[in-house]
């Protein structure tokens, strides 16, 4: 009996290269950052769903790489989208420290 190509593999490699595609355009759409995280966490899922089923010997053992690049991928994908979110977050809190500046000087508000 032939063994069918994994599906868990396969989306595993399509979320991983999906989530690195949008983790680079998040640098041009900043609306998009949490993009990759989404797709990165699935892809590391899927990708570890599918290791686990081929060393089960439930997949053929030939879908073992496109399950490690997926997997690989979707790990990468989920760090940089992580520090990207919280570089964000410092230069968010960067832009409403400098804003507030004027209000730090508290002895000029005592009686």
């Known amino acids: ?16 290269i999906v989530a690195l595609l949008t983790l680079i355009t998040s640098g041009i759409f900043y609306l998009c950052l949490p993009l990759p995280l989404i797709f990165g966490v699935l892809a590391w899922v899927f ?12 997949g053929d053992a030939a879908d073992r790489g496109m399950a490690v690049a997926g997997y690989v991928m979707g790990i990468i994908a989920t760090i940089l989208s992580i520090v990207g979110l919280c570089c964000a977050g410092g230069v968010l809190a960067g832009i409403l420290g400098a804003g507030l500046y004027p209000l730090w000087d508290l002895q000029r508000w005592a009686p």
């Open 47 to 58: 990708g570890k769903s599918a290791i686990s089923q081929i060393d089960a010997g439930l």
């Open 1 to 16: 009996m032939q063994k069918s190509t994994n599906t868990m593999a396969i989306a595993s490699l399509v979320l991983g």
